[in-house]
């Protein structure tokens, strides 16, 4: 079992115990603790349940590569599912749960599936589509259900803020170990702005564990004075907590820093996004030891050989009392070492290979460890915790040769540089023959703008395992980074360490090579997602000879882990079984992040209010004091209705209606796009952007115009008036000025560059108010100022002038049939204006009206609505609107799109007026049947609604909708069946689309 | 995130910046021309895996609209020029040839 020891621990201050709780248990750790060294500390060994098997769980690694150990972290507003206990720093009052368990940890009846497991093979999710549906839904199904999904999903709001940093930098350094650290000094010295970022919480990396001497004095000492020389160059800018998490085109790199993980409720910022530009990247990211694939190696006790180490001398924590070192190269001898050296029971050293004599295994076998050459193990012993190991002949077939008592298990398979970062933006990889690992290949590496490359690699990231070769390769790759963004080329020599001699490593993908297939269904590949040897090897026997297809299939490298301890080795098992050679499968795809990153994060700032920028017109005050119901219209906000108390939307928008036919009405218009069109050639452009022919509008005239696009469709609407001789303003949809504003651009720009014309977007410049009803022209006349009679100012006319003491204006242009003027005044006068015409028009009935109550004077007036009456498929043909279509025009925007074939099929639906028999109101979006069927037995639909409202005017529903042959077909009754699940059909007459004020006598006043 | 030079203001915008408008160098066909033109002109593009010529609006800067001549695979950027010309520069193409022999040529 594993224990705190009495001494070790360089990163934990003794002095300072903190109190936590796992599965409710207190335990303790100290500061400096990770969670699992503190779990581990405490005897934890137990920490989860695998996810599809679930069999216990026990931390395997000490890094962000932690495949077992997650938890769900927290309570409450701070929950957090799928948290990596070897990355979470330890602080008083932790409250962690395991997780994929029911109903405790200890005694979970999920395990059931471990002894069906051969019912649960590579793709059974896949297999149980094709057994018969019955089958699905009552057996497969239910056990899917019961072990899919790792964690819970939090319940509550998050408490916490995050937020976003923007960072410009000539080179990032990913990776604070020495590599990182080597090459920073090396880029900085060449005066490049040099921005170093460490995932954990110390400098140094796995160094200070190994030991070892730079220039001269111990690695820790070396690490300890290049931070301190860093620190005090003002180009050099330290981060820790912060983990590289992706790289994306051309220099551009995500960070995360965890910035209050480890002190909670601080008033910090949890986490904060890292949106770096940087000429050059390094990645330092190390390297991370692979598993070795025995029977029995996913027992909690089995461990990395480097993470045992780690425990020891980090956080002064024992994976067990005897250790058995199980390796396939040099490394894990340091292990034994270490463990010897704390006083542990090391009983053997199980190398794959034939015969070790480098200088780790001499001073090894000096320390007195036995090293058995050429072996494997056969078997672990152990359910819950380890127990013992079976030795067997590495060449065999796994007959047992010694049974030897230990409970923990130091495995080494070798190491695989961190190629992830280097892979995310396009660099490739290459085939390591010795070392048996993919590592980037220089000459490949991703392409910045200018055709160069942007990203080196520095360290074990590029394959150099030993202290003096990771030192001379990053002070080579900070040296070039820092030329490369502008630096000047560095002389000084490269940080040196003693070169070491290794003995070189044996592939081991299988343990021993020739076991047979029950132990192959016991050797785990993905221990998070429960794939083994057997499951790949099925995969490849039924046909799945790419990676990325067997990726998916088997599940292997598809947790959060994302297959950081299994993908090697899976792929390697599946070469084999392929009979390939590795390069020839290859890798999957590593994408962006590197380890997973937070929603929060990722959502900084950006939520409620602050999700996305609001426009307000210069009255929205007003209206929020009114108690408006607002509605979002692009990033505006318009008042739908205002309801008075007691008065239910519907109500308010009846009134609303009612009132301004019968009284007075103000609507808020200042979202109306308004673009100003000027210059010799704006005729001329005018006549292309619009149908209509724009140019002959006499000055001092509005006129109704429409706008499409080069497919012919129907794509914004609005009055234009000619200001001058060279100058017309165009009113736009609310939603639409800054699409229209760009649309004129594109073509002023790249089409007609020769046409002197220049377009405004004056859209804020500008208040609008509609003055709507019988009394608006006595309320403009009460205000006083300029001339509104029905003479000066007739019908589709404007003018300049002042309305009571405000400049002005005045548009005689009407969307609700009614008299109404539409009155600009600059934007700073827009709420004064508003209250001027609230306070005199009091006395003529005047209320606000939103929205809805604009669109259902509309309707009952046959106006279409851009997004109601066309969806990006409807041309102007369509909706009768001929006779705004100019035939005098050799060209406009959308002409020749008209002609086509299936623009002038006389069986296009087209515009008409609906009324129901009853008087009911047709649901939205409802689409009318007529007779038979089509090729899938359903009933053939001849038309939809495109508006349908209850009418307050005429006391019943009305609505517009497109008709196959609709206006040939005036007075005949279609169906629109509810999909209300009644079976209810709503009969409508087919009638003119202007219910309201046909001759339009209530206007011309 | 893509970085291209606008050549209207001179900065080297990030593409939050930006907006992307398609290929570049499309010749309009209007009224009185043949329905194949048409078609080719509203729906035929190259979408090609390697040098391609395209339109960006500078729009989060200067409003101008300009051209790219970048490559859809390395992401390399060729160069950026004016919006108002019916064809890249030669200068432009001549060094796009000599680091692609193989490329069919611009148009």
Redesign the interface.
Known sequence: MSTRLADHGRLIDRSKPMNFEFNGKRMKGYEGDTLASALLGAGQTLVGRSFKYHRPRGIIASGGEEPNALVNMGQGGRFEPNQRTTTTELFDGLYATSQNHWPSLEFDVGVVNNYVARFLPAGFYYKTFMAPRAAWKHVFEPIVRQSAGLGKVPKDRDVDTYEYFYHHTDVLIVGGGVAGLAAAKAAAASGAKVMVVEQTAHWGGRTPVDGGEIDGIPAADWIEATVEALENMDNVTLRLRMQGSGIYDHGYALGYERVADHTPGDGRPRHRLWRIRAQQIVNATGAIERPLSFAGNDIPGVMLAGAVRDYVVNWGVSAGDRTVVVTNNDDAYRTALVLKEAGLEVPVIIDARAAVTSPLAQAARAAGIRVAEGKGIAKVHGGKFVTGVSICAQAGEGSSLEEIKCDAVAMSGGWSPVVHLWSHCGGKLIWDEVQAFFRPDPARPPLSHDGKGFVLTAGSASGALGLSDVLTDADAAGKAAGKAAGGKAGRKAAPKAAAEVHQAMEPVWIMPQGASIQKRMKMWLDYQNDVKVSDVQLAAREGYESVEHTKRYTTLGMATDQGKLSNINGLAVLSDALDQPIPQTGTTTFRPPYTPISFGAIAGEAKDELFQPIRKTPMHDWHEEAGAYFEPVGHWRRPYTYPKPDETHAQAVNREVLNTRERLGLLDASTLGKLIVSGPDAGRFMDMMYTNLMSTLPVGKCRYGLMCTENGFLSDDGVVARIDETTWLCHTTSGGADRIHAWMEDWLQCEWWDWKVHVANVTEQLAQVAVVGPNARKVLEKLGGMDVSKETLPFMQWADGTIGGFDARVYRISFSGELSYEIAVPASQGRAFWDALLEAGEEFGVMPYGTEALHIMRAEKGFIMIGDETDGTIIPQDLGLNWAISKKKDDFLGKRAQLRSHMVDPDRWKLVGLETLDGTVIPDGAYAVGEGVNANGQKNVIGRVTSTYFSPTLNKGIAMGLIKHGPDRMGEVVDFPTLDGTGTVIKARIVDQVFYDKEGAKGNV | ????HCPNCGVMA??TELHA?GEAHIK??????S?EE?EN??FERKNPKGVHFE?W?H?AGC???FHAARNTM?????GTYS??TLAPPKTLVNAIKK?HPEWEGWA
Request: hydrophobic share 30%; glycine share 10%; aromatic share 16%.
């Open positions: 995130m893509l970085t291209l990030d593409e408008e309009r066909f209007g009224p009185g021309s329905d048409f002109y509203l339109r609006r729009v409003g101008k609209y390395t992401l390399e950027v060729y919006a108002q680091k």
